[in-house]
């Protein structure tokens, strides 16, 4: 098989219903596949794929491992060249998937791709998660191309040229099977968000690049498991993007500069949290501060590090793990 079209599906029954027919409908004729892989739902969506969708290869998973850990699992059981991974949230036009493995099969030194991500309520807009791909500032803050914070565009063809880019959305990314797993897959430790900007960064310290491949467009709904304003949704964002510079900024910067900007970051996060606290956001303070306790939990640590003070800054909080309920 060449391509394996995948969808990590949890909970979201009413979408694979609506979203599956045109996605299927887009492969017929093409040497590709659609799977879905369940992270162990409970709303009865595989008994709605059994029903509705029988020709469908199905992937049950005994629980749910959250993105990475699903993805990881149900892609080592699929064997074809290239994999997608696609959010079940995402309607596809007929034309979308032939782009990505074209521009593949002509460019070798490409090892990952994705389309432009537009908003499927608002289709001449660019969607928040990915838009027309992304870059990471000094500090590790993620913007897109399309869209700058809050901020984005309408697509006028301003992105319409092929565009090598940091990171493109996860909730439509193609890669190299065979980078994938030279790679690891995605990082487990991330569990959801930012894990997909962590593994095209480490597919471009392979010596890879990642591609927006603007000749392919699909519509995304956005929000479909965590709404924005979620504490538990903050807290993965914090804590993955310190897992991420840990992960990447070493080797693109050197140790030592990396170091002073982790720290530096873990500062700013600290502002941050202290905003939510004198606002009145309590469950985002928490999840500012959890989420530094996890990095430090989490983080591999080397020979270096056990000289140097990111372990320790986190204990600028001085607040008692228990009376912030961060077992919780």
């Known amino acids: 098989m060449k391509t394996a079209v995948v969808i990590l599906n949890w909970n979201t029954k009413e979408f694979l219903e609506k979203f599956l027919p045109p996605l299927i409908e887009s492969t017929e004729g093409l040497d590709a596949e659609v799977i879905v892989a369940d992270s162990a739902?409970?709303?009865a969506s595989m008994e709605m794929m059994s029903e509705k969708f029988p020709k469908i290869r199905q992937i049950r998973l005994e629980k749910n491992y959250g993105f990475?850990?699903?993805?990881?699992?149900?892609?080592?059981?699929?064997?074809?060249?290239?994999?997608?991974?696609?959010?079940?949230d995402i309607e596809v036009p007929k034309n979308w998937l032939s782009p990505l493995v074209?521009?593949?099969?002509?460019?070798?030194?490409?090892?990952?791709?994705?389309?432009?991500?537009?908003?499927?309520?608002?289709?001449?807009m660019f969607e928040y998660a990915g838009a027309a791909g992304g870059y990471l500032d000094r500090y590790g803050y993620p913007f897109c191309r399309g869209r700058v914070m809050s901020k984005i565009?309408?697509?006028?063809?301003?992105y319409d040229t092929p565009a090598n880019v940091l990171w493109v959305s996860g909730a439509c990314l193609m890669v190299r099977s065979s980078l994938w797993n030279s790679l690891g897959g995605l990082d487990d430790r991330f569990f959801a968000h930012m894990e997909e900007i962590d593994l095209c960064w480490r597919i471009q310290l392979s010596g890879f690049k990642v591609t927006v491949v603007p000749s392919s467009v699909v519509y995304h709904i956005g929000g479909g498991t965590l709404p924005k304003k979620s504490p538990y949704k903050l807290f993965l964002n914090y804590r993955n993007n310190l897992l991420m510079l840990e992960n990447n900024l070493p080797k693109t910067i050197g140790r030592k500069r990396a170091r002073r900007r982790i720290l530096t970051r873990m500062i700013l996060d600290g502002m941050s949290g202290i905003v939510y606290l004198i606002t009145g956001k309590w469950e985002s303070f928490k999840a500012v501060v959890k989420a530094h306790w996890e990095y430090r939990k989490l983080r591999r640590r080397t020979d270096e590090d056990a000289h140097a003070n990111i372990d320790g800054l986190v204990n600028y909080w001085m607040i008692p793990r228990n009376l912030l309920f961060l077992q919780k």
Do not use: F
């Open 41 to 43: 739902s409970t709303d």
């Open 153 to 158: 565009e309408k697509d006028t063809g301003q």
């Open 68 to 88: 990475t850990g699903g993805y990881n699992r149900s892609l080592a059981l699929v064997e074809a060249e290239y994999y997608v991974l696609i959010n079940s």
């Open 102 to 124: 074209e521009w593949m099969d002509t460019h070798p030194e490409c090892g990952a791709c994705g389309p432009k991500l537009h908003s499927w309520y608002d289709r001449d």
